[in-house]
């Protein structure tokens, strides 16, 4: 892990396939990474509008725009909680579609904000494939964006680690967290950008549960016993490190 | 991964089923710990002395008494090189066996160093089923270190984390390396300690370009462009950390 | 499991890659349902006209329109022997293809049936990637299906268990069977449909005698000593219960 | 699984490597077995004295014996809230040993109970070695208590399930749940019996939060509505069925 | 492979855990082994005679002496039919033990072979830990046998290949066979030898089925149309090769 | 493994997602299949001309066109090297796209070929997804190219045995060698080829190196002492065979 105390600004760049995942999944590494001073960005693939607004669609009346534009000022309230900018690309839910020209865009999006750490879902949630093709076309834009040939006015990026964040069942999903990390210290943050999700507030609870209890274990792994909450997150590829201690 | 820049002095322990393995496998990570200023510890619990000194049976009328003498004897050489200190337990090998006064000497050399990092084989080797017996012993010996109504002189560990340093056939043992470590700085100094093993001569190419590869590797995974040398590792216990850039 | 003694009536959804496969590998559990007094449907996204009709191809002047016919009528009086309804959504065979009008019709299917238990084909294949998509395309279509937003005359369904019948070669596709089903009961009629697809008499005594192994291994695993003829099936997602004896 | 409102008493037994273990992970299956009316009975290899009694070490002047006592007591107090049974074999923990006469003895015990199904720990907890102790022995002890040739008063045993409770980080463990139990009416039980356990009551909200989060689970995975509470279990065997639906 | 048809002898020894698997599960290749005029040697590490002697024991006033009496016959005669040599070693089963004499005279047993190829079971069947066993002291064994200051007549053997043969319940154990042998030119002798076990004589008929489904498969993988029965096995080591094709 | 002494003609078929990758990986493969008489050959689905290309865009004005036209002269340098005939699809790189029809006329340049292995990537490469579409390209095409009833002027083929070769960063992959093919005596060859890649010269030295390191595996795994350069193979589906030894 980079230490982030020496004044350089790094990047975080998160893949959120519906409007909400950032927030319940990933809400904590995005104010840690603010709340240090570096770029958070996050990309909101879809607005989740069909699959997980039920108490949208719970209202009499509603129709798929109100819902979109809901979530979009949910999900915007969120990332400012956060300390993030968001950017929406309205490809659609349930299913999620990348098409040639929407995945052409992510790669200039990911050049553009030239990440040292890129971060999505699992690669295979059998409740959710629209996360698994959040996954996928994420490992596949990073490619075409670090290809030197590629077109474009920013230049090919460098090799940015992958993390995954928490699927909701994380044994179903092959999901082995290798990284807790601390967010005690952001966690009204993370409560603040969750209470703007009001299509979701069941949720609520059952993640602030969750961060109790990883927070629990990452104390049990050797972390500080300060640590209250805890995000359990799961990184692709090895780290380069210039020590074991 | 901890900081090692702020004179907080931190303690590497590392499980060695023969008396070369720690050589060819662990030099790096040992050399950068003893270079960082940190203790580094080892303990190899056989000499190899039947299955891992070729080099020396060769020789007319050797014996398994000097076979020992000798591995003891370059292995303290190697260890120095290192920076670091060692014992052996000379419990045998081929096949390796730790019975229960043995375990019980290794749980009280665990709660001495009180380390911060462990290190030892992989848990499933078929070529070595002495090295999966070092890494059983070592999580067990883990295990009783920290249990508080142990006794002992030594107050109960908290939760090191554990590496398994690379095998022979990565591959074939289900090895997956998420830390790969610079060891461009110490590369001397694990050369020096390969030269040591006159025993295993020939492993000394090898393990010289395989430092090579895995620093390409190292390189391409977003390492700085300096780096040489590496050394693959595989944590087995999630990390805690603070921050995610 | 759920008991199905007491009058409510269920719903079983079959996905088949091919018009056969549904026979072979799920027709005593069709059978099962249907004799149980509930909904069986069968879903065929392809005949298997090209790929998995031998028998007919090798009668001289055969023709595409016509292996189609014939391997649909062999389906119905299959589908017929078991007690079931089956539906032909004629997407073609190696490879199988599902576009966006296809795919949008099982969304329909699946929400019309609203089914306890849907089942298919396992993810990997390597020998036949149709039986992927047609996975694949089952666990999307499910959770789109579920989507509150998602436009249709017919409610979001629940969260039906998924079932993946045994693939040809079971251990080259990580198919790991948690659930023998006793089909002794219904054999007769699982022959009778398997006698009904003759482009693919050979498979006959092959399933025939696979039948009696998994019976044997029924019996092996606890079940009653009198079942004769048993079939293989892995469930994706937890089951829910309220006891554990 | 089998239904149990016929009237027809069956045999759960469990094995818990140290005596807090039953509680903690399988309490809601054990009372739930009591409460329909079948024999539970639970087999504590050890008290868990050394290892697991951190709150009873924290006083002054604590001695092995006493943690015993205490532990003992705590555990028959717990077992009692959940309708069980209890054997205590003392076998030592941190690290737990079974020899020869352990292992006879447990055959022996399992023969007596004649369980249509077993319940214990994981096999592979890279934290815990016991458990993995525990898990080991039950499998052999169960081929053991099978063979026909095998000495003793008790007939040979059938093929009972075996299920794996839920371990502290089920991810690191290779734990996956396939049957999400419903504790919702036996979760008075299971709370009495925690509280029973004064020597680790910093467990209490954990397990408590963490059944709720199973119990949103078995929602989410189709279970009834009314579910609140819910335990992991994973089965080892194929179940043998006579019904999908 | 090595091609076999140059005169020059080779070895195969399998290890048997009971003294009925090798018929089983390795009779055809034990046969093609002698038929090709190669050496083919049996460990019996047990009779079998607790756990795999079911028609024995069924007889009144049968008695452990007799079993293995009748079992070593039968084996002896078995391994006639086969053309190969048998060792008992009656090391118990159910548990099977191995203890230190047992696992030296194993080792001589292996450098007096001097085996081109190793047979044994698969290293995790859930239903029987004996075999586990037998897989475990074989990879121990050939390490030892391997090591060049072990004591002995014999000198250090190479690196053979190790199989694992069919298990009861392949899926269940993780076999996945990546070796097909057609066993048509020697199956009468499988059958022959598997008439002599007259103690498990109902497994005769599931045997003889699994020859012909495992050769149904070995046509499927490419092997010769004209193969009729076949045996399913799995390399554990890379094997070393020449060409491709 | 097929033995290729006897005058039979066979045929080797190489999917290669860029124009490069079939030297690096399967040189000596190809190079071996080639000088034992048989037919070779290759299908560059890119020219790997976006992201495979570095040397070439270092050049100030260079262009696409430029790029495809160096790449595959120097393609074609490397295949005549190896013995080997080419064929380039020009499907593009950086995303690899393979349209119906690009897949329709793999299909046919695999019934040509006939081909009694097929050689491409590993499954799943969390670094290059173009490598993955080859890979499931292949799968897909092959199981075409064997439906009776596809359209064609050649046959149906047979059941090809398909290898995957070593990816750069093998466990990350999932990468398992099974074969290690002894390239020495086509070494020179294979060494020639990686020299026409002028693009990607620094991988010269990196490949050489890996061909000795495998190829002291080799001896290892129990190869010919003479054995210098190997290149590691994973075959995906069961060999058949008519011996053991």
């Not at 971060?119 to 409740?127: G, I, Q, R, S």
């Not at 703007?196 to 961060?211: K, N, P, V, W």
Request: aromatic share 6%; proline share 4%.
């Amino acid at each position: 892990m980079t230490t982030v105390s020496n004044g350089e600004k790094k990047s975080l760049l998160v893949f959120s396939a519906h409007s909400g995942d950032f927030v319940w999944r990933a809400g904590g590494a995005i104010a840690t990474a603010a709340e240090q001073g570096h770029d958070a960005k996050i990309i909101c693939l879809s607005f989740g509008e069909r699959g997980e607004s039920q108490g949208l669609w719970n209202n009499p009346g509603m129709d798929l725009d109100t819902v979109k534009k809901v979530r979009r000022q949910e999900a915007e309230q969120a990332a400012e909680a956060l300390g993030a900018e968001i950017t929406f690309l309205d490809l659609g839910d349930y299913p999620l579609a990348v098409d040639l020209e929407a995945f052409d865009r992510i790669v200039d999006l990911i050049r553009e904000a030239n990440p040292d750490v890129l971060m999505t879902h699992v690669a295979n949630d059998p409740y959710n494939r629209d996360h698994n093709l959040a996954h996928e076309t994420l490992l596949r834009a990073r490619m075409v964006a670090q290809a030197q040939g590629h077109k474009n006015g920013y230049p090919p990026i460098g090799a940015p680690q992958v993390l995954m964040f928490e699927p909701h069942q994380s044994e179903m999903c092959g999901f082995v967290p290798n990284l807790l990390l601390d967010i005690t210290p952001v966690f009204e943050r993370k409560r603040a950008a969750m209470e703007a999700m009001s299509a979701q507030r069941h949720l609520i609870e059952y993640y602030t549960d969750l961060a109790l209890r990883r927070g629990v274990q990452a104390v049990r792994n050797g972390g500080s016993k300060s640590i209250l909450q805890a995000e359990a997150h799961q990184r692709i590829f090895p780290i380069v490190a210039t020590a074991v201690l």
